[in-house]
């Protein structure tokens, strides 16, 4: 039996004059959580002028994982960019959009994560907070970033509350669940095609599944860096491995 390959869109990192020409990058803990789970990883390049050989890749995949990373460009919903959203990346938005837009046509899995769930949301035609705390009045704190004193990224910021029925409820059960939060930015208005499966206590939008049966799962949270203390986390990877598959 044959493993399911799961391709991951890389970003751009800037070029380092005399150091570094541009470079495609992405985080490790998502391939080792990906492999973890059974699945082959495969990192894509971000080339969405050239659709033929992105193409031909994505004929390749079995399953299509979205993970985080910089602010979707909010030219992307239509909105101006205001000052407090964060640098961008478009050809990872394009390429991005691109595999999300096909997978949806041939129902290939999807799993997102992060700005995975926020790109998902953009390319189905939703929109964003460009940023939590300036647009959403009472909003709790979402941005706990890592820094140089303090670089964890499995603390526990806030509950989320899942939703009877969903695909999340069947992995983590029917209790509230801690999760970490690296997130400026979310879901503002819900895409067609999309319905919530979680939500964190001042209604932000922290789950999200597709309402055709089409395997797309959508986490705000950072589930790789919680798959060691938590099985839910693990069903989670799992069931999209599966799907894959
Ligand atoms: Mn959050």
Known sequence: MSRPV???????????????????????????????????????????????????????LDGVFLTGGV???PSQYGE???????RTDPPRD???????????????????????????NVALGGSLFQDVAAELPGAIKHDYFPTKDN????????????????????YLGPDPVAVNSMHHQAIKRLAPGLKVTATAPDGVIEGVEGTNGHYLVGVQWHPEELTDADSGMRRLFASFVEAAH
């Open 94 to 120: 394009a390429v991005e959009i691109q595999l999300i837009r096909w997978s949806l046509a041939d129902r290939k899995p999807i799993l997102a994560v992060c700005r995975g769930i926020q790109v998902v």
């Open 71 to 73: 602010d979707v460009d």
């Open 151 to 170: 670089p964890a990224r499995n603390y526990l910021a806030h509950p989320i509350a899942t939703v009877t029925g969903s695909r999340l409820r069947e």
């Open 80 to 86: 101006e960019k205001a000052v407090y959203c964060g």
């Open 6 to 60: 799961v391709g991951i869109a890389t970003q751009t990192l800037e070029a380092i004059p005399g150091e570094l020409p541009p470079c495609w990058i992405m985080g490790q803990k998502y391939v080792h959580a990906l492999r973890s789970a059974g699945a082959v990883p495969w990192l894509i390049p971000l080339i969405p002028d050239d659709r033929a050989t992105l193409r031909e890749i994505y004929d390749r």
